[in-house]
Nanobody, 123 residues
């Protein structure tokens, strides 16, 4: 079992930055791939970034490449999403998720979820 709690969302102007954090509980945290997803009103939950269990491998949605960075600290059971150059279209609820597989982008295949944190980017 893995429990996830996100924090760090808020309101920011376009071009600004935010850092999301995800605190995980569970002794097997380091054996899970960790991901960040987002869901805007009326839209599906889409993958934003994924990190492998070690953090050595990462991948990103095309829409955030070069602007967002996912990282993890297995010693602290933490995952982060650094978001720079934010755009209004980044506005969404952001979710932290854990799964045994690094390779899946489909939200329904991920095993554990946090409650989400709202990110709003004003123009």
């Amino acid at each position: 079992q893995v429990q996830l709690v996100e924090s760090g969302g808020g309101l920011v102007q376009a071009g600004g930055s935010l850092r999301l954090s995800c605190a995980a509980s569970g002794r097997t945290f380091s054996s899970y791939a960790m991901g960040w997803f987002r869901q805007a009103p009326g839209k599906e939950r889409d993958v934003v970034a994924v990190a492998s269990w070690s953090g050595d491998n990462t991948r990103y949605a095309d829409s955030v490449k070069g602007r967002f960075t996912i990282s993890r600290d297995n010693a602290k059971n933490m995952v982060y999403l650094q978001m720079n150059s934010l755009k209004p279209e980044d506005t969404a609820i952001y979710y932290c998720a854990a799964d045994r597989s690094y390779y899946t982008d489909r939200a329904y295949e991920w095993d554990y979820w946090g409650q989400g944190t709202q990110v709003t980017v004003s123009s």
